[in-house]
Structure formats: C-alpha cells, structure tokens
C-alpha cells in the first residue's frame, strides 16, 4: 500500500454544514454490487436537475474540473454508513476533504480507502475557503507529514485523529494485512466466545 | 479503583490487541448483513483470493431494495432483483445463513436480529449500517461499518476502531401520557445536537429507560447516530433476559442460568466513571415533530418552526436552508401542517409495539384517511406482520384506508418502488429528514413517533396524538 504524505492539487469549495451521506451520493445510486462508475453520482440531485441539466454547483463549473482537494464545512458525511459516499468522492478524483468536522463513520470509511480527510480550526478554513474562490488555478497542499495545509504562501495547521494520519503516512490505511496476522488469536477466541445459537458459549464465563 | 462501564467491560473482552495506528482490533460476535453493503465486500474477498473466516457468525437479511406490494420475482426493477442474487449466490457460496423473503424470518435487519435472539448482552455486533446502533439496546457493543470494514470482518471476524468515550443519559422522572420512545430521542437530539455524539458512545440510563419495553429501547438506541453517536446502549436488566428467553438463536435451556448470570456481571458498575453525564427532565418531554432537513431540527407539537430573523448569521443560515427546502413559514405553527403521505414503519418504529400503538390511534379517532393522503404500514419483518395479522392490525388498518405491506425499509430511504414524489411532504416514522431521503429530491419528511404518524394520516395534517386519545395535556 502506497504511504500518503502529502496531497496536492487544485481545490473547490463545497459550502454549507451537515451535508449528509443521502446528498453526497443519493441512494438510488446504492442499487449496484460494485462501486463502479460511482463518481458520476457524486452530489447528483445537488448537480443536476430532473432533466439531468447542470445545476450552478462547484463542481459542475469549468474552472473546477480536475480539482483534487475539496473544502467543505463541518459535520460533513454525517447519516449513513454507506462507503459509496467517499468512494464516490475518491472515484471522482479526489484525494483529500479539507473541512471543520467529519462524522465519524464517514471519516473511517474514507480513511480506509486512502482518502484523506483534515480539519482546520473554523478561521482557517474560512481563510482557505476564500482564497480557494479567488484562485481557481491555485494549488493547495495537505502535508501530514508537517501537519500543515499550505495554500498561496500561507500555512494553517491540521488536525487529523492520531491513529488515522499515521495509517495514511506509514501506509496502513487498509488494515486487513495487520488484522489478519491475528488469525490464531482470533481462532482462540471464536472457540471461546458465545455466538448466536451456539452451545456451550456461556459455560462458565460467569 | 472506580468500577467499569459496560462499554469497557466488553471493549476489553473482544480486544484482540493494540494495532500499529493504535487502534483496537476487535474481535465481531455477530456480523449482520443485507444486500446493500454486502456484496462490494464479497466482491473484494474474491479478488483477494479469501475466504469467509468465520460463517457461523455472519447472517444475512434482505430489506432496503425488497418490493412491499407485491414479492413475486423476478421484481420489476432488474437492479434489485441482481442484487438479492448477488446476495443469495454470496451466502451460499460462503456458508452464510440467510433469511430470504417468504423464509418467515426477513425483515429489517435491525429488526430480526433482536426478534430471532441473535442480538445478545455483551456482543459485539456490527453491519454496513449506520442503525446498527439499535442492538445496543440489548447492552450490546453495536456500530455501523463501511464496506471495506464489512470485508475485514467476513475474512478476519475483526475490525479495527478507535476506542470511544462514554456519555451517559439519564432520562429521569417519567414521561406524559401520548409520550413515547421516539419522542425521548428526538427531545435528546434536540438537545445534544446532531455532532453532540462524535467520539461518543451512549450509555442511556434513568428511570424513564429502565421502565421501557426492549422495543422502545431499541427505538431510543436506532436514532443514537442520529445524534453522531456511532453508538448507543442500554444497561442489561430483567426486561432484557425475560425478552430473550426462548427466542431461536438464544442460549438454550441448560445453559440460560449462566448467560444471565454472565450478562448480569456486564452492566455498568455503580461507581463507574463517565467522560460526561447528561441528566434529561422525562416529564417535560412532549410529542415531537421535525421541521427541517436533519434530526435534530425538531419541535414539539406544541411548538411553532424557527424564525431565522435575529439568530446568529451561522444558525440563521442553517434554518433558513431548512425552512426554504421544506417550504415551511417561518414562526407557523407544526400542528396544522398538511401532508400528503403518511408512512408507519422502519427499523426504529416498524415493531409491533409501533403498530399497536398507530392502530390504537386509528381506533381512537375513528374514521378514515383523509382525501388526497396515500398512508403506508410497512411491518419491519415477517414475524412482526404474522403477528400483527393475527391480532388484527392489518384490518384496522386497511379498514381505515391504509395500504397494509409487506416487509422491508420501504419509504424510510426509498430504494423500493415506495416514493416520495415531486414535493410531496410526509410524516414518517423513520429515522431521517434528509433532503431526498423518501426518494424523491424535493421530497420532504416530518419525523414523528407511529401515533403521531397515524393521527396526522386521518386529520391530513399534524395533530397532537394527546387530543385524539383524549388524554390531559
Ligand atoms: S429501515 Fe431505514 S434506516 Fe433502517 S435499515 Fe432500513 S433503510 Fe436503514
């Protein structure tokens, strides 16, 4: 697995708090058995209308395609466990979420697929969000290494949960390789543990 | 030395060890599956060349994309007949137990593994599905996962995650006649807000929770997420055990009496140490109703929708984002709001308690739906609709003008046939608001408890359920 140390790219800003998971991919979208072709369905009700005419959205604008990096508010993914939201946002070509909060799920989904998801203290991210809109060629840099986001001669400091930045720096965001050296372990404990409708699970662990 | 939380009891029972990242690598009593999360998960396993580690401990259900009106295959929309056979052809390839439509076991997944005893005290249960949190009520250790995570668990029977702290709710004195679980829960959102449980699992307490039946347990613990708490969960008590007993998956006969002993041993010691408590007054909680796009945007009935002028520009905003999607007046009053459909059922409100309680209400108020609303009963499971049939419920229902279905999830996300359409405004008793949520994308959701549901689908418009059971308010 490759080491994720830092991200670089153009940027756009998605505004607005709270953005559920229903609106980052809606779920008619989840009628599939791959993810395949998901990045089309990224922000799809926000994007398009009935017709399927683009909608004036950040990420139907000209100067916005091919952007990597997408600043967004706080709470963002909250709702649903569904991986399709960052896979989709992954898919679509993006690298890094640049935000003020992520909802838990959402932010282990998306860790876990090498997605990488920061936040900045609330003025920080109003500064970036700024200069973001007035630069559409600027780049912005996610550096987990340094622990800093640079942007247009400026450095703001990241925040990102311990355990998660040092998986995407050392390259174990995925972490089935390391849950599977405890197979034996595992075994010990499938044998030991109660399960549904299983006999003797109970006996003497009281 | 301060005694334990349940959350740690069983956190450090199924700690396989630290991982590098510091994580825990926890070990999965119970993996619940559908047909949604699952088989992006099945198709990574394939590529990897592995096997399902451990079978016995995984049981699929289908629910999210199942027709209600009708079950006869194939369906009519290809994509969801594909995928209840991506998921049979899953199962049977890996061993996995699967309670397939017409099984008599089917239903909301959430909904079957408490009702077939799967859900037991001290488990770690997890499924790609965020209302996993539900089987907490059962003092359960129960999360959603993402479908990479769902992979982890089929090949190793483990996830990693990161271990989190303990808020714990008490809900104290006792709630008002009309007053029910789901109505406890928005009031506790309201109040916590919708991020108020990130990094947080739920330990709700009090005498209100202790007095509750397991199904208006399980109600409170579903919407835990809603309020960012990845999880949500109930002390294990009397009411516990004696719903377990005899149910088909539960610890049989000779060994009953040391599962209840061991699972006595799991509730949270008298002197354990929270990271935060929360005391919440049960009497001052009303009948509630949403008003916006998110959960936590919700009033009791009584209760007039926000005004955005004069709030903060941030919250102002928000409100206002809320208030134009939903087509709503600022400062108008909930009660009195039309709606179009009316829709009983889901994970957190699809038992049969819920639909005793909506069919008391329609019996209560006498007559029928009114003009121009469509009204859905959707029971969450085969079991659930076999009982309800056989007391009766289907008639009142159907005698009132309700379509009575088969079950499944249904309107609560829409990913069957049963829709929102245009802008239509429903109240529903599900578990989310969100914009799009009921399958149309201007489509709008007032979330309410099951009787609240019923009254407004007979008045054509939100009502206090107190006035139509003539209780006190
Ligand atoms: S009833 Fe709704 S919330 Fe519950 S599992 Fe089904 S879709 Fe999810």
Redesign the pocket.
């Known amino acids: 697995m490759e080491a994720i140390k830092k991200v670089r790219g153009r940027a756009v800003v998605v505004p607005g708090d709270e953005i559920d998971t229903d609106r980052i991919v809606p779920a008619r979208y989840l009628k599939a058995i791959t993810f395949d072709g998901l990045g089309e369905a990224l922000f799809y009700d926000e994007r398009y209308d009935e017709t399927g005419n683009p909608k004036d959205h950040p990420l139907n604008r000209p100067e916005r395609q091919g952007a990597s990096i997408m600043v967004v508010g706080a709470g963002f993914g909250s709702g649903?466990s569904r991986e399709h939201a960052p896979q989709a946002i992954k898919r679509a070509g993006f690298k890094a979420i640049i935000g003020e909060s992520f909802a838990e799920i959402f932010f282990g989904n998306a860790t876990q697929i090498g997605l990488v998801c920061v936040t900045l203290d609330p003025e920080d991210l109003g500064v970036l969000a700024e200069w973001v809109e007035a630069h559409p060629e600027g780049e912005v840099e996610v550096d987990l290494e340094a622990r800093e986001v640079r942007f247009g001669g400026r450095v703001a400091p990241l925040a990102i949960r311990e355990a998660a930045r040092e998986a995407l720096v050392s390259g174990r965001w995925d972490p089935l390789a390391e849950l599977m050296e405890a197979m034996d372990e595992i075994k010990k404990l499938d044998a030991a543990r109660p399960g549904p409708g299983k006999r003797g699970g109970y006996r003497g662990l009281a | 030395m301060a005694g334990k939380t349940l959350y740690e009891k069983v956190w450090d029972a199924h700690e396989v060890r630290r991982l590098a990242s510091g994580q825990s690598q926890l070990f999965i009593d119970l993996h619940l599956i559908?047909e949604v999360t699952s088989p992006q998960a099945f198709g990574m396993l394939r590529e990897l060349g592995l096997e399902v580690a451990m079978p016995h401990r995984t049981f699929a259900t289908v629910?999210?994309i199942v027709p209600t009106d009708a079950r006869d295959e194939p369906f009519a929309d290809p994509l969801a007949q594909a995928m209840i056979e991506e998921l049979r052809k899953n199962t049977r390839e890996h061993g996995i137990e699967l309670f397939d439509v017409g099984s008599g076991k089917q239903g909301?997944?959430?909904v079957v593994g408490p009702e077939q005893g799967l859900t037991q005290p001290g488990f770690t249960i997890v499924c790609g599905?965020?209302?996993t949190s539900t089987h907490g009520a059962f003092g359960a250790i129960a999360f959603g996962i993402g479908t990479t995570q769902v992979r982890d668990v089929l090949a190793t029977q483990t996830v990693a995650m990161p271990r989190l702290k303990v808020r714990r709710i008490n809900v104290n004195g006792e709630l008002k006649p009309g007053v029910s679980a789901k109505d406890v829960i928005l009031h506790i959102i309201r109040t916590l807000g919708v991020k108020g449980g990130q990094g947080y699992a739920y330990e709700y307490g009090g005498a209100v929770i202790d007095g509750m039946t397991m199904e208006e347990r399980m109600t409170v613990c579903?919407m835990s997420i809603e309020g960012g708490a990845r999880i949500g969960y109930v002390n294990p008590d009397e009411t516990t055990f004696a719903f377990l007993k005899g149910r088909p998956y539960a610890p049989v006969e000779d060994e009953w009496e040391e599962a209840v002993a061991h699972w006595r041993g799991l509730a949270s010691d008298p002197d354990a140490e929270y990271d935060d408590v929360v005391e919440i007054d049960g009497s001052q909680i009303a009948p509630y109703v949403t008003w916006g796009i998110n959960p936590g945007q919700a009033i009791s009935v009584e209760e007039s929708v926000p005004d955005p002028a004069g709030m903060p520009a941030e919250e102002a905003a928000l409100v206002t984002e809320a208030l134009e999607y939903m087509k709503l007046r600022p400062g108008q009053p909930i009660k009195g709001q039309k709606i179009d459909v009316a829709f009983v059922?889901?994970?957190?409100n699809?038992r049969l308690s819920d639909l005793r309680e909506a069919a008391r209400v329609v019996q209560a108020a006498g007559g029928r739906v009114a003009a121009g609303v469509r009204a859905l009963v959707v029971p969450?499971s085969e079991q659930v609709a076999r009982q309800a049939e056989a007391e009766g419920l289907d008639q009142i229902f159907r005698d009132a003008g309700f379509e009575w279905r088969y079950a499944g999830?249904?309107m609560?996300?829409a990913?069957n046939p049963d829709k929102l359409v245009a802008d239509e405004i429903s109240i529903s008793s599900?578990?989310?608001n969100f914009k799009g949520r009921q399958g149309s994308p201007q489509g709008r959701t007032l979330l309410a408890s099951p009787a609240m549901v019923a009254a407004a689908a007979l008045a054509g418009e939100v009502v206090d359920v107190r006035e139509v059971l003539g209780v006190k308010v």
């Open positions: 649903s | 559908h629910d999210h909301i997944v959430h599905d965020s209302h579903n059922g889901s994970c957190t699809g969450g999830c249904s609560c996300l990913m599900s578990n989310r």
